[in-house]
Nanobody
Framework: QVRLVESGGGLAQPGESLSLSCEASTSILSLYVMSWYRQAPGKERELVASLFTRGPRTYADSLRGRFTISRDDALNTVYLKMSNLEPGDTAAYYC?????????????WGQGTQVTVSS
């Protein structure tokens, strides 16, 4: 089991920046990929960004350029820097991790952190 704990959400005004953190209970180097998802009220959960342990960073096309995913291996933490926030970014943001156990791909979720963008 991998436990993921998010932090850093809160209230921001349009145009401001926020950074989210996701600390894993295991070495993130042992994981296949870590991602951020978000879910706005009444909408489906959507993929925001992914960071493959031995691969590229990928972003939702609509968020490329404003959101940046990064990691600190020593702290087992993945970050999401969100810039130039818009009201449409209001959502619960969830950290997700996947790892292979043999040929099985296991998936783990954090509890989520709320981001509200409003003037």
């Amino acid at each position: 089991q991998v436990r993921l704990v998010e932090s850093g959400g809160g209230l921001a005004q349009p145009g401001e920046s926020l950074s989210l953190s996701c600390e894993a209970s295991t070495s993130i180097l042992s994981l296949y990929v870590m991602s951020w998802y978000r879910q706005a009220p009444g909408k489906e959960r959507e993929l925001v960004a992914s960071l493959f342990t031995r691969g590229p960073r990928t972003y939702a096309d609509s968020l490329r350029g404003r959101f940046t995913i990064s990691r600190d291996d020593a702290l087992n933490t993945v970050y999401l820097k969100m810039s130039n926030l818009e009201p449409g970014d209001t959502a619960a943001y969830y950290c997700n991790a996947k790892r292979y156990s043999g040929t099985q791909l296991e998936e783990f979720w954090g509890q989520g952190t709320q981001v509200t963008v409003s003037s």
